[in-house]
């Protein structure tokens, strides 16, 4: 009898956590499709901009759950030493799991495989068959969906207007998309999250002359991490499965902290079994109502970032504004936009900053929904998994032999687009008795090792 065959589809951070879990911690005969010749890098971590910086301390970046130090003693072995607390480049996290990935193949020699093709479709006939762009069709006992985010989803009422303009930038991770915009003439950013933050800077480093402003429908940065480094340590909540009453034990927990950040950090190892527990009407009303307030205050700049947006809005150089936009449209040398308070403006691009878009987007992600293989989520943000990421058919019955890894899970598990979440949903793969619902666990136990090397 031969090994079990796994092809892991995707090659981002999602993949490799996957395929390096699956070589250490297993014995299948693993392959990544993946297109791009370097794996690990995907779109967060490929930025060649030296102040794109991770947004969560270095400490928190292990891609070895049973080895928190992982990422802080690769920092030190290439002579660039990042300490636990420290906040590392995005492109130096990249570079990590690169070098984790051909580790992990030398060290399980014959396992392991790397196909240059994108996969576009997926058949199952009792293995899974699966298409591509570039070879033949590839056969596996089962696959393992990293495909991560897909593109901005343009806001409907402005589609029209903004849809074939050349200077709307519809996916600012696109390789070149900020090459085309002017640099002496003020721009809009859509959106005023990490994703306007990162663009904000790149503009800033090319040499913007001109206003940057940023809209959105509250007007709110990202906030910052502090410096130095709290114990991190869970608040007591009691699972009500009420979004009202859940959130009034959050803000007295709060309130009642040296630093707010220690219970957001606190209750990150619980958000998903909080998540589970409310009703599906409650999630909307989060995602309505304070989705936006959790996002500004879990997903934070790294101080070095937070000095230099300071910058930029002490300067003039950007300007944040809340309420939106009313109305777009375009002339010949650019867009006339109006916002929500009645202020019109003539701006030479838009650039979508909305963040990322549902795995749904992604073409696999389509073909998939179009073929009956997913269906959608209930909340539209992601495709939709059962409690262990197994892929849901449109019939409402999960993939055996199909798991989803990271982002696309999103929408069911509401936690799941960081590494410590994503390392633990890897892990769980070779581990079929493994508690991966929510992945309590594995988390918990590596935010307490956090707190107690950070209080040391």
């Known amino acids: 009898m031969g090994r079990t065959s796994t092809l892991v589809v995707g090659g981002g951070c999602s993949g490799v956590l996957a395929a390096v879990a699956l070589l250490r911690d297993g014995t299948d005969q693993v392959t990544v499709l993946e297109?791009?010749?370097?794996?690990?890098?995907?779109?967060?971590?490929?930025?060649?901009?030296?102040?794109?910086?991770?947004?969560?301390?270095?400490?928190?970046?292990?891609?070895?759950?049973?080895?928190?130090?992982?990422?802080?003693?690769?920092?030190?072995?290439?002579?660039?030493?990042?300490?636990?607390?420290?906040?590392?480049?995005?492109?130096?996290?990249?570079?990590?799991?690169?070098?984790?990935?051909?580790?992990?193949?030398?060290?399980?020699?014959g396992r392991f495989s790397h196909v240059r093709a994108r996969a576009t479709a997926l058949r199952v006939d009792g293995h899974v068959e699966v298409t591509t762009d570039r070879t033949g069709p590839l056969r596996a006992d089962r696959v393992v969906l990293a495909i991560g985010h897909g593109a901005p989803e343009t806001p409907r009422r402005l589609g029209g207007a903004l849809a074939h303009h050349p200077r709307y930038v519809a996916d600012p991770w696109r390789p070149d998309a900020l090459e085309a915009v002017p640099l002496d003439a003020p721009v809009l950013l859509l959106?005023?999250?990490?994703?306007?933050?990162?663009?904000?800077?790149?503009?800033?480093?090319?040499?913007?002359?001109?206003?940057?402003?940023?809209?959105?429908?509250?007007?709110?940065?990202?906030?910052?991490?502090?410096?130095?480094v709290h114990p991190v340590r869970p608040p007591s909540l009691t699972p009500v499965g009420d979004l009202g009453a859940l959130t009034r034990q959050l803000r007295r927990a709060a309130a009642g902290a040296e630093d707010w950040r220690d219970v957001v950090d606190g209750v990150r190892s619980m958000v998903n079994s909080l998540w589970n527990g409310l009703s599906l009407e409650d999630r909307r009303r989060f995602l309505r109502h304070l989705g936006r307030y959790w996002e500004v205050h879990r997903h934070r700049m790294a101080p070095s970032v937070a000095v230099l947006v300071h910058g930029l809005l002490t300067d003039g150089a950007l300007r944040v504004q809340g309420g939106g936009v009313a109305d777009v449209s375009h002339d010949g040398t650019g867009f006339v936009v109006t916002a929500a308070p009645g202020v019109r403006s003539h701006l030479a691009a838009i650039i979508n900053c909305t963040g990322p878009g549902s795995a749904a987007r992604t073409a696999l992600g389509g073909r998939l929904l179009a073929d009956g293989l997913a269906r959608r989520d209930p909340l539209g943000l992601g495709?939709?998994?059962?409690?262990?990421?197994?892929?849901?058919?449109?019939?409402?019955?999960?993939?055996?032999?199909?798991?989803?890894?990271?982002?696309?899970?999103?929408?069911?598990?509401?936690?799941?687009?960081?590494?410590?979440?994503?390392?633990?949903?890897?892990?769980?793969?070779?581990?079929?008795?493994?508690?991966?619902?929510?992945?309590p666990d594995p988390v918990s136990v590596d935010v307490d090792v956090l707190g107690r090397r950070f209080a040391a």
């Open 35 to 109: 297109p791009g010749g370097v794996l690990g890098a995907g779109i967060a971590y490929s930025t060649p901009v030296a102040v794109h910086m991770l947004n969560s301390r270095a400490g928190t970046m292990s891609g070895d759950p049973g080895n928190p130090d992982d990422f802080v003693d690769w920092t030190r072995r290439r002579h660039d030493p990042v300490g636990p607390a420290g906040f590392a480049a995005r492109r130096e996290y990249g570079r990590y799991l690169h070098d984790l990935i051909d580790a992990a193949a030398i060290d399980h020699p």
């Open 191 to 228: 959106g005023t999250g990490l994703t306007a933050v990162d663009v904000a800077l790149v503009l800033a480093a090319r040499g913007m002359r001109a206003p940057i402003r940023a809209v959105s429908r509250h007007g709110l940065l990202p906030l910052a991490h502090t410096e130095d």
């Open 383 to 439: 495709i939709d998994v059962d409690g262990d990421g197994r892929l849901v058919s449109s019939e409402g019955r999960a993939q055996e032999r199909i798991v989803v890894v990271g982002p696309a899970r999103r929408g069911q598990w509401w936690e799941t687009v960081a590494v410590p979440e994503i390392s633990v949903q890897a892990w769980a793969l070779s581990r079929p008795d493994a508690r991966s619902r929510g992945a």
